[in-house]
């Protein structure tokens, strides 16, 4: 764009604002000349301009000391450009596989997002920028959702809008940044006693007992129950041993992105050493009925393992889950006092609120701590 009568803006600096009017030939190639002044200045080695709205001088010179002002000051000069929802889902969705995200979670946000947009547009809300708190608490309300998964969904759409504002700069301001929400309560968690884990390893065939053993004795997920290898495991340190967790989720890593180190149980320790190493990893597939020394299947185990509880009539064995063991596992440490920080540590945890879902207090516990109260002897009991 060419500006005619270009003169500089005096008392602006880095950048000079220049002003004038912008000169254009229409279709039939004539020139023409802008009755309103429009700005003219040089950011970073670029060119912008923009339309001052008025006719006047004097006015044209104060909204170019005012655009100079919010230059300076970081602030858009100019609106944004209206961005389609579906645009920003594409763009988050980007961001979540380059940062290395699990696939199941990569599942998850593309579906409750792609649910969202398609919700808006049911709606008539097809920009960003547009989508109100009524769009928000709508979504899915005619569902039937525990609390924990409608909350889980709705925190996706939140972390959208967020990005969008904060770290893309695509939308000026967040239309959902009123929205409070209060996080459910966890729901309750099954999890075996000491009696049922001790019923299944008598149960159970050879090769299944070795890794209930882990899971329970470790606390770990099937996944790093899978890529547990042996140059993991230091029988030689300590008084039994350690075993250290580097995979088992997205991109090699555990789920936590951090190695772990827990002590060995006497038990779990000599198991392992009994255990002959056949390959890399500690459990092959073939332990399971599967072939070879491939990788043990979850789903495979979790059949077999419901199975095993049945076996042991243990109260509503379809409850039971391959994680289940991690909450035995919390639990033992619950019962034994074992610290916060090391429980964190040994399950990869960064928040006890977390930790709490594992934690639980058996009947008997509970009723020994009760029977524990001791009243003063002085005191009479009521009759």
């Known amino acids: 764009m060419k500006l005619v009568d270009r003169q500089p803006v005096e008392g602006t600096e880095r950048p000079t604002i220049h002003i004038g009017h912008r000169q254009w030939r229409d279709a039939q190639g004539k020139l023409r000349t802008a009755r309103r002044w429009s700005a003219e200045w040089f950011l970073h080695d670029k060119q912008y301009h923009k339309s001052l709205g008025t006719n006047n001088k004097v006015a044209a010179v104060r909204e170019a000391h005012s655009l100079h002002r919010k230059i300076r000051q970081g602030e858009p000069t100019a609106a944004p450009r209206e961005v ?184 779990l320790a000599a198991m392992l050493r009994r255990r002959s190493r056949k390959g890399e990893r500690v459990f092959a597939a073939s332990e399971l009925g599967g072939r070879g020394d491939g990788l043990i299947v979850d789903t495979v185990f979790l059949r077999k393992l419901k199975r095993l509880c049945a076996a042991c009539k243990f109260t509503n064995p379809d409850q039971y889950k391959i994680h289940t063991f991690r909450h035995f596992f919390a639990s033992m440490l619950a019962r034994e006092n074992v610290s916060y920080k090391y429980a964190l540590e040994f399950m990869g945890h960064r928040s006890s609120d977390i930790l709490d879902l594992y934690y639980k207090m058996y009947d008997k516990d509970a009723e020994r701590a009760i029977l524990a109260i001791q009243l003063p002897k002085s005191r009479k009991p009521v009759t």
Request: a positive charge.
């Open 84 to 267: 389609r929802l579906a645009e920003l889902v594409e763009g988050y969705m980007t961001l979540k596989r380059g940062e290395g995200r699990a696939p199941k979670t990569l599942e998850k946000y593309q579906s409750v997002l792609d649910d969202f947009a398609s919700h808006c547009d049911g709606r008539g809300v097809i920009y960003g920028s547009r989508v109100s708190e009524d769009d928000f608490w709508s979504f899915e309300a005619d569902k039937t959702l525990s609390d924990k998964t409608r909350y889980d969904r709705r925190v996706v759409i939140l972390q959208l809008m967020k990005w969008a504002t904060q770290r893309a700069e695509l939308i000026l301001k967040n239309p959902l940044r009123h929205v409070k929400m209060k996080k459910p309560e966890w729901a309750p968690q099954p999890c075996y006693t000491p009696e049922q884990v001790e019923a299944m390893l008598e149960r159970v065939e050879p090769g299944m007992r070795d890794m209930i053993m882990v899971l329970a004795f470790t606390g770990i997920r099937f996944g790093e129950l899978r890529e547990l290898r042996w140059d993991d495991i230091d029988l030689n340190q300590g008084t039994h041993g350690f075993v250290t967790i580097r995979r088992g989720g997205a991109g090699g890593r555990t789920k936590g992105k951090r190695s772990r180190r827990i002590p060995l149980h006497p038990e």
